[in-house]
């Protein structure tokens, strides 16, 4: 009971910001409340704490849910200070241990997603948050602490939430490339970068799935009993080039062959045919290249998930080393 105490009387003192104009920024809230929600999901099962899609999901929805202000909603804002609390530290990413340590402001969710690797939260919280009971105490307290007037429409949230990621899902499912493209050009002149990041984990998991985990070309699967995957979706078309996370515009293939494709070592006949460049040598092994020259990709068994043919044609034109 002292150490829920101990965590209650953290969360009253989350400091938010107040502006005269906007009032008090309900962020760092918001993000443990989703947090919270996270762990009962079982999203998380240790004390690191990594942007996941799952995370930022509930983080956008519960804003939408209980925000009361004109904040502006922003991931990165309460994942990068929160580290003023003494539950909360960040771990950067190799080469950016510097920019953490300084006194500047991560802002951007870009910026966030490339210099942290994850934050980790205190053991004690840990413990905490892991228990059905004091997990439920914690949110139900932040709710009532921060949001008494809007909670009364957070009972559906993690329902909401689910429906958000599937929403994008179906869209890189179904939608046409222009389609996509112009949302995404859209969502870019809002500066919504959470929702392109939920779009790209979206067609992260969907892109395996259609080619049933498999690599493509290698054939290579690996069903596993924890939460790994050794198979990538490829973009044929680089998404900084074509804004198009469609299920057309990609391929499964394991890391080392995704590698090959995105430096143009091998590219994608119109027959489906797999070509290999004659820039680079290679040792005969059993992880050969060269290898695979002539064969048939393994196709999706539905043919309008098949990859479009002037994607690969941009690919043999513009990456491919022939």
Known sequence: MHLLQKYLHSFKKLNPNKSKLLGTAPHKPILLISLLQAFT??????????????????????????????????????????????????????GFEGILQSSSSIGSFSHLNATVEYAEISEELFQLICDKKNNEILKQFLLDEYFPDTQKQFSDSENES???????????????????????????????????????????REIPKIYNNTCCISGMRIDATISISMIDACHIIPFSKSYDDTIRNGIALCPNLHRAFDRGLISINKDYSIIVSEVFKEIETAYSIKVFKGKRIMLPKVEIYWPLKENLEWHRENVFKS
């Open 162 to 204: 689910a429906q958000l990621l599937k929403g994008f899902e179906i869209k890189i499912l179904k939608e046409t490339s222009q389609e996509y493209r112009a949302e995404i050009q859209e969502l870019l002149e809002q500066k919504n970068e959470e929702e392109i990041f939920l779009r790209g984990a979206a067609f992260k």
């Open 41 to 94: 999901s079982k999203v998380y099962n240790s004390p690191q704490i990594y942007i996941t899609p799952e995370l930022v999901s509930l983080f956008k929805t519960n804003w939408g849910l209980l925000a009361y202000t004109n904040h502006n909603c922003n991931f990165a804002l309460p994942f990068y200070h929160l580290k003023s609390s003494n539950f909360w530290k960040l771990i950067p990413k190799h």
